[in-house]
């Protein structure tokens, strides 16, 4: 333990963030574990809402510090690689791509 007052403060300031880190931390874990078996019971629905349950708590880590930028955006990556890998019943079936727009014909300019 130590003498000095700052340094007693720092380890109480220290614990407190270890403990809020750690509660985050589970709680991307429960959210992955949760995606994973909806992948596993080929519930294309319950997979995709899992996933968005997902997203919001891992963006919510990184917006507290506890994940950096780069790892939320591995996990969220390699979760959504596992729900597209259900095939047609999953993610690739439900999202239709948009008509797209007929392009816009353009007129020369006139030179003088």
Avoid at 50 to 74: E, F, M, P, T
Avoid at 86 to 109: F, R, S, W, Y
Wanted: avoid cysteine; glycine fraction near 2%; hydrophobic fraction near 40%.
């Amino acid at each position: 333990m130590p003498n000095i007052k700052s340094a007693i403060k720092r380890v109480k300031v220290a614990e407190r963030n270890r403990q809020r880190n750690r509660t985050w931390k589970s709680s991307v874990r429960t959210v992955r574990t949760e995606v994973q078996d909806a992948v596993k019971a080929v519930n294309a629905e319950q997979a995709q809402e899992a996933l968005k349950n997902a997203y919001a708590v891992i963006d919510q880590a990184v917006a507290k510090g506890v994940l950096h930028r780069n790892s939320a955006a591995r996990k969220k990556s390699r979760l959504a690689t596992s729900i597209n890998k259900l095939g047609t019943a999953g993610a690739k079936a439900t999202k239709a791509k948009p008509a797209k727009a007929p392009a816009k014909k353009t007129q020369a300019k006139k030179t003088k």
